[in-house]
């Protein structure tokens, strides 16, 4: 196994083994002009907001997580349910659409923490 060469040394799903771009253990990736260290990510544990100042703010707290998705528990709507939603990444910043995407949707962001 290697490491990348565009220097990456952690993979998203914690892995730091490579074979050549592609993660050893889950396959990802290492894009050209990315660090992903840099990354804000959503945390195992910690409660997260769709934002505040809306009609309509939800919040979640991530029970598990994995390079590709978190299981997020709902407090608002849904009763305390559990559900699995996929991650993406824009500008450094890890994002969830935890009630589907549709127009006019809550995103999930990983630097919108709960105090």
Aim: proline share 3%; charged share 20%; aromatic share 10%.
């Amino acid at each position: 196994m290697t490491t990348p060469t565009e220097g990456l040394t952690t993979c998203y799903c914690g892995s730091k083994y490579w074979d050549g771009n592609i993660c050893a253990s889950c396959g990802e990736t290492a894009s050209a002009g990315t660090t992903r260290t840099d990354e804000i990510r959503f945390e195992v544990g910690k409660r997260y907001t769709t934002g505040a100042g809306r009609d309509y703010v939800w919040e979640f707290t991530i029970l598990k997580r994995t390079a590709k998705f978190i299981t997020i528990l709902d407090f608002h709507g849904h009763n305390g349910a559990t559900k699995r939603v996929g991650i993406t990444v824009l500008d450094g910043i890890e994002m969830a659409s935890p009630l589907g995407v549709y127009s006019m949707n809550p995103i999930l962001r990983a630097n919108r923490e709960v105090a």
